[in-house]
């Protein structure tokens, strides 16, 4: 049985904004670009959230939220630094280190725990222990699940955020998953949430009772895969070398819709969850372009692309969808939004040498 920790860290960039100025502790803050801008949030410490300070909602909104927000502009730089040293702790315990941005990895510790006396063997213990350096070495929090997969790794370390770890065991997995929502599951985003709602299936016992051919009609290719997921299963390995080229958010429509009005209506969900993904990947100085698909009734498709290093905003998707739509003005069943990103691991990537 495989033993993965998940280690994220609690408000990474607000975090380190702290720790280097000691007299922002305690006050809203958030890491974002101006609010006179079309910028969003990157983050925001926990002082922040309580007035609904998040990330990817704009700056002007967030200021209008907290008042005596603190808005500071992100520091790349610093982040990375922080980033490659807590990098360092990790692989005092394994070479299997999968990260997902600056501020959370996964850490395969299977091998390390097997050959460990009493006192290690436990994942939970290794995960403890590397939170306790974290925070001695480099004066920051962070959160841990522990799980036999990656899956629910990943879920168990935001169960008891922050500076707080969680353990499922795998006895523990067929109790967990029935009321899991299914919001959690991985790659179901706000849209795809409210379609699964909407149809009656609100946590992982719903998914469960439905058969695959069900499950085709309503997740098409991803069927086999849900019906892993809501019983808690995944195979998917701890890759240590790997580098998202692009992120991109698509929906495929119940009916093909026949006007550009059409689809710039069903825009602002798929750029809302969007965001969110973005800033969650912590993947916004990364981004080399912005995209928008087409798909046709016939399947056939189309791209427009443009080249810019700044976060879209909605306004740019909805110019960028013109262009594409004026290529043909065919029944669309698929609309797709996203940026693709830079992959030199030398300069602009952190994935492949950062935490």
């Keep these: ?205 719903d998914i469960q009772k439905l058969d695959l051919l069900t499950l085709r009609k309503i997740f098409g290719r991803r069927a086999t895969e849900m019906q892993k997921l809501c019983r808690g299963q995944d195979d998917r390995e701890v890759k240590a070398h790997s580098v998202r080229k692009s992120l991109t958010v698509e929906e495929t429509f119940n009916k093909d819709l026949n006007s550009l009005e059409e689809l710039l209506e069903n825009m602002a969900p798929l750029y809302e969850d969007f965001l969110q993904r973005l800033n969650r990947g912590r993947h916004s100085d990364r981004i080399k372009s912005w995209v928008i698909k087409l798909k046709y009734f016939d399947f056939q498709s189309t791209t427009h692309e443009s080249a810019s290093k700044q976060i879209p905003s909605l306004e740019n998707f909805q110019q960028l969808l013109q262009h594409c739509y004026s290529k043909k003005t065919l029944p669309v069943r698929l609309l797709s939004l996203g940026v693709r990103l830079v992959e030199d691991s030398s300069s602009e990537s952190p994935q492949l040498i950062f935490f």
């Design 1 to 205: 049985m495989r033993k993965i920790i998940h280690i994220d860290m609690d408000c990474f960039y607000a975090s380190v904004e702290i720790k280097h100025r000691p007299e922002l502790a305690g006050k809203p803050l958030a890491v974002g670009g101006p609010p006179d801008t079309r910028s969003v949030i990157c983050t925001a410490n926990y002082e922040a959230r309580k007035f609904g300070v998040r990330a990817a909602i704009p700056s002007s909104r967030a200021v209008r939220l907290c008042a005596n927000l603190v808005l500071v502009s992100p520091q790349f730089e610093l982040y990375k630094e922080e980033s490659r040293a807590i990098r360092k702790i990790f692989e005092n315990y394994t070479d299997k280190i999968e990260p997902l941005s600056l501020d959370e990895a996964y850490l395969d510790v299977t091998d390390f725990c097997a050959g460990q006396t009493a006192t290690l063997k436990s994942a939970s213990l290794v995960a403890k222990e590397i939170r306790q350096k974290i925070f001695s070495e480099r004066s920051l929090t962070a959160s841990a699940g522990i799980a036999p997969n990656k899956f629910l790794a990943k879920i168990a370390s935001d169960w008891r955020k922050p500076n707080n770890q969680f353990t499922l065991r795998p006895e523990d997995i067929d109790a967990f998953m029935p009321e899991l929502p299914v919001e959690k599951i991985f790659g179901v985003g706000p849209v795809t949430k409210k379609q699964l709602n909407d149809v009656g299936l609100m946590n992982c016992a």
